[in-house]
């Protein structure tokens, strides 16, 4: 079995890479759930959804996230009533939401929750919340401590970062399944999502990090960051913000302890010694995800 | 001021009725909130929200419920997904939802949201929930206890009710405004709902029955109960069931010791001496308001 420890965006794509090379229900995501938030009542959690989506063939490509053929019909009352609009939730969207925080007050767990909708939808890979109980990633910014999504939707991860908290972690418990997969996995890829937001507080919870330390030599990590830029989101930005290079060597020194195995881009090439240096395998391909060789060829370099 | 004790649909055709002889702005409902419930996470007001959208002139007239133009995009998803769908929520009439329950969630109180709610929407009338603390109507029936909505919607109000309970009747408080609008009223109207379940809890919020029994010469009472039928829902049913007389007699009789006057149906006529019996004043009048100088003549009997 691979396990993928899973940001959003990237993740999905890289799950839906390894579609070409390995049966879906042979991978595991573990995924990140520190973006989590609640509004309207509603418990949503993007990077489950996000990969849920995407892995059924519904995600919204043009947009870039939520479903495709999406209405905003409850959104448009909202916003009328005066209600707060800034996170959008489409029609379709909401469905999920209110699916999920049904069955969560009827005491089932999110993993549990996670395995009736990917159930539902015919999605074979495994997809586990890292954890069940309260982790939340905050920002301590130049204007005030911010929730994941008022910092990341409501600001547009444009306000200088201080410094990233994640609320939770000292007491918060690996869900099931997730340790143990971790332990018996072949493989162990970190998806090419933000290192600090999207990984980071997977490696918080109690166990994680631990095992993957010890299984470094089987750990191998796609570089969200190309050529000193990150793809999406403001992976590039925080690192810089946070002291760390912003390039796919900032990366590779902030994964170091626990990462066996580099893949970087074509573009980052010349960068391959300095990672070499950190006693970590280098692997070059091209990682953007766009073109199905593409896809098809960096999910080729993950299982080799 | 003329107040309003109300349920759902009854309640808001008589208050639309009052607006042919009263100015909107001297209206005040008192508004049922026994039926409400939590689902998918939703804080949803079913009598509240009728009044609200037959007052807006939103509700949908060939329904019955809900409101005009109304979509199902979520509740068609949700269905898909396998979420509980017995209860219907449109896609405008969830945008209320969200928009409530996340002001609960703010801190609001029910008569906070209800006052926003209303104010947006150009409602000149005062609705007022009675209670902004728990208050549950329940059933215990031959096949077990079971909510208000669980009864009314899920079993269709076709199971036989053994008695009607009211989860914290004695804990709750009136909302701010109602003690003080039922003391001050020129007039207290009870709208014709459903006795048992409608207008029941109202009378259980400490403090509204002992103002009405003091002021039992004001208050005046619109019999839901026409020729032995109820216009809409089971009050016949539960009138027999619990022990009463199915009639307008039988709705007197239960209010007699606080309502100074009946407003019965012309078909009616004959149980006016019966009714007088109760220390009762009668007006025989056409209560059936689905035509526009019924239900004008009918607002007139209730303010002369």
Known sequence: VIVVLSGGVGAARLLRALRYVVAPSDVTAI?????????????????LDTITYTLAGLNNEELGWGLTGETWRVMDELTALGGASWFRLGDKDLATHLFRTQRLR??????AVTAEITARLGILETLLPVTNDHLATRFRTEIGELSFQEYFVQHHHDTVVEEILFEGASTCQAAPGVLAALRSAERIVIAPSNPLISVAPLLQVPGVREILVERRAHVIAVSPIVAGNALKG??????????????????????????????????????????????????VTTTVMAERDNASRLAKEVVA
């Open 106 to 111: 009827d005491g089932a767990t999110k993993s």
């Open 234 to 283: 403001p992976a590039d930005r925080l690192l810089r913000e946070l002291g760390y290079d912003s390039s796919a060597l900032g990366v590779a020194a902030y994964y170091a302890n626990f990462v066996g195995t580099m893949i970087i881009d074509d573009a980052d090439a010349a960068l391959a010694p300095e990672i070499r240096a950190h006693d970590m395998d280098v692997r």
């Open 31 to 47: 995924v990140n759930v520190g973006d989590d938030l609640e509004l309207h009542g509603l418990t949503i959690c993007p990077d």
